[in-house]
């Protein structure tokens, strides 16, 4: 048999009448895989544009433009684990936890200034650039960690303090994540992160050692921490569900800024704005930016699909439009960067859901919601676009509004049938990103009359023959493809005729049947008749014709004529048949006794490319027989299918002596 493919094409709203859900247009960011297999912090440079990247499994820096292009690195690091930028920006300090040692890169240039030791076996892991040129790190591990600092300028050459825990005014469990500030000149934040009892300590680093100013327990593990821009508070990421904010003065809590999972990190733009991105392990989002302070809703992104933020992952830009995210992926040689431009707007997401199914000319109704985790204004206009038959390129309809919870109601009479598209769009504005949504629904069309003549007749091989199709009531088209299909793979389906029909309905193309022909009539449809189709297949006979030899005359058994043959003689019955490769004729051979004919079991036989084949048949070497012998085409049998069964007519033999 044929074997003929299609494609149907199927919506999901179709099948299961569901919503369509459309998130709105992301808002503008773009996305980098740097080379960074085990990322440890970043640090945004304003002045030359580039963010640094530690890489602490890598031995390194990397070294990319605000878009995540590499410019350079910054080799032979090992296990850098934390880093630091002077207040003019001329200088990036490192430290190099398993080479124990600072070092100094400068940032125009990339390459390492200076190297400052720490004590062999110290293992620095934080650093933090202070005042006058002054570094503070911290180094060591669980009990014994401690605090240090380098000061470059020394009379005779840098000079590298350790604290131990009663010049340190406190005993660190961990080695202490370090933050200083211009903003807060002398001031040194040390959090022990690695102790559930989450002491904080801030230190008076004007004097020669550094002095507590105020420290408390604030129970927590910490994993991140920022100044706000006038560097008299605190905002820390720890195990608690939400961003604390402290009073640098007292370390009292004055600000909390909720999140739906730990946080990872935490970022304070130099408006205020906080971003705070979390570890992401489930479909929750995992940045979340407080445009309006503290305790109020925040724009909420999901940015990555995997492992979520890392920790001290995000960075803002100086000039505070732009920030920066760092994945958590540790599984990959590479680590994912988004870059943000409008962080601050909140993201929206549109719905549209609907029946699956309509009447045309009937009314109908949509639903849809814009939503956002700061809800839009009641009010807020959101468009609407049906898009059919009828106006292909989209007709928009007159807009609707959300009410206090985003909701919006979509009525409409579709004029025209067929898939109808109905999309909603809100333009979105400096606080909210676009979103739109659209939602397809099958309105009913009516059917129409299509029909094809010449259904399953047989016609001679070579025949000019019309097929007519007639099409009924349509609205607009009156437009019929017909298409002919021989049979065999090494003749294609192909368009014969499309025209407009006739006044009468009709129109028609004539085919010359040579092999058996699928003819299809197949009328488009328009806005308010469905589409229709109907197929016929006319069947066409081979070219065959039966002659024998060897006989030594003609002559009539009653009124049939009859070669005569000697029953000596052996005849040779020669198929002259329609060729077609790999076609065989069938020979049938009867003998004729007692007033009826005998079959013998008929044979086939290859034909040659000319299309005949001769068959020999054996000599009776008795007289007074009579025998008759036809060749054919059998569908099939004959070892092809592309026409229909034809005999040749019976040649008739008689052996005499």
Not at 43 to 56: I, Q
Not at 245 to 262: C, I, M, R, T, W
Request: hydrophobic letters at 40%.
């Amino acid at each position: 048999m044929r074997t003929r493919t299609f494609t149907a094409a199927v919506t999901l709203a179709a099948v299961f009448g569901s919503a369509v859900l459309a998130a709105g247009p992301a808002v503008a960011d773009s996305r980098a895989d740097v080379p960074v297999s085990g990322f440890s912090d970043t640090v945004v440079d304003g002045v030359h544009h580039r963010l640094f990247l530690g890489d602490k499994s890598g031995d390194g820096i990397l070294v990319t433009d605000y878009a995540g292009r590499t410019v350079g690195t910054v080799t032979g690091l090992r296990g850098v684990s934390d880093l630091a930028l002077s207040a003019d920006s001329a200088t990036l300090y490192a430290a190099v936890r398993y080479a124990d040692k600072v070092v100094a890169v400068d940032t125009a240039t990339l390459e390492v200034t200076a190297s400052y030791p720490t004590g062999a076996g110290s293992e620095p892991s934080q650093v933090a650039a202070g005042e006058n040129g002054r570094i503070w790190f911290s180094f060591g591990d669980q009990w014994s960690s401690g605090l240090g600092s380098i000061d470059p300028s020394g009379p005779d050459g840098p000079v590298t303090t350790t604290y131990d825990d009663q010049q340190a005014g406190h005993d660190f469990a961990t080695p202490p994540l370090l933050r200083t500030d211009p903003k807060a000149p002398g001031k040194l934040v040390a959090l022990d992160h690695g102790i559930s009892s989450g002491p904080v300590v801030v230190y008076d680093t004007t004097g020669a050692a550094p002095v507590v100013s105020v420290q408390d327990d604030k129970g927590g593990f910490w994993y991140d921490a920022d100044f706000t821009p006038d560097g008299t508070r605190l905002v820390v990421a720890g195990s608690a569900k939400g961003i604390v904010e402290y009073q640098l003065s007292d370390l009292k809590q004055v600000g909390f800024y909720p999140l739906v999972d730990e946080p990872s990190s935490v970022a304070v733009a130099p408006d205020g704005t906080v971003a705070a991105g979390t570890r992401g392990f489930s479909d929750d989002p995992d940045l979340a930016v407080f445009t309006q302070g503290a305790g109020k809703p925040a724009s909420l992104r999901k940015l990555f699909p995997q492992y979520g933020l890392a920790r001290r992952g995000l960075a803002w830009a100086p000039a505070g439009s732009t920030l920066f995210a760092v994945n958590d992926n540790w599984t990959t040689p590479t680590t994912a960067l988004r870059v943000l431009t409008d962080p601050r707007q909140y993201v929206t997401t549109a719905t549209l859901t609907g029946p699956a199914t309509a009447t045309r000319g009937a009314a109908l109704t949509l639903t849809g919601k814009i939503g956002a985790s700061l809800p839009l204004p009641a009010g807020t206009p959101v468009s609407v676009t049906r898009t059919d038959l009828e106006s292909p390129q989209g007709k928009v309809l007159a807009p609707v509004k959300v009410d206090a919870k985003g909701a919006f109601t979509v009525k409409d009479t579709p004029p025209a049938g067929g898939k109808v598209t109905y999309q909603v769009g809100y333009a979105g504005d400096a606080a909210y990103a676009p979103a739109k949504a659209s939602f397809p629904v099958t309105v009913s069309r009516a059917a129409t009359t299509l029909t094809l003549s010449n259904n399953n007749k047989t016609f001679d091989y070579g025949a000019q023959v019309w097929f007519i199709a007639h099409l009924g009531a349509t609205y607009k088209n009156r437009t019929v493809e017909l298409w002919a299909d021989p049979y065999g793979g090494d003749r294609p389906n192909k368009l014969v005729h499309r025209a407009l029909v006739d006044a009468r309905g009709n129109i028609g193309v004539k085919l010359t049947m040579t092999r058996d022909t699928t003819v299809v009539a197949s009328f488009a449809g328009d806005a308010r008749y469905a589409p229709k189709k109907v197929t016929v297949t006319g069947l066409a006979r081979v070219k065959v014709a039966t002659t024998l030899s060897g006989h030594y005359k003609w002559g009539n058994i009653g009124s049939v004529p009859y070669r005569w043959f000697r029953k000596t003689t052996s005849p040779i019955a020669t198929s002259t048949m329609t060729y077609y490769p790999g076609r065989k004729a069938r020979f049938e051979l009867e003998v004729y006794s007692g007033g009826r004919w005998y079959p013998a079991n008929p044979e086939f036989f290859a034909l040659a490319p000319n299309g005949k084949v001769a068959v020999r048949f054996g000599a009776p070497n008795a007289s007074g027989i009579r025998a008759r012998v036809r060749s054919g085409y059998v569908n099939n049998a004959s070892g092809d299918y592309v026409n229909t069964t034809t005999l040749s007519s019976w040649q008739y033999m008689y052996f005499t002596n």
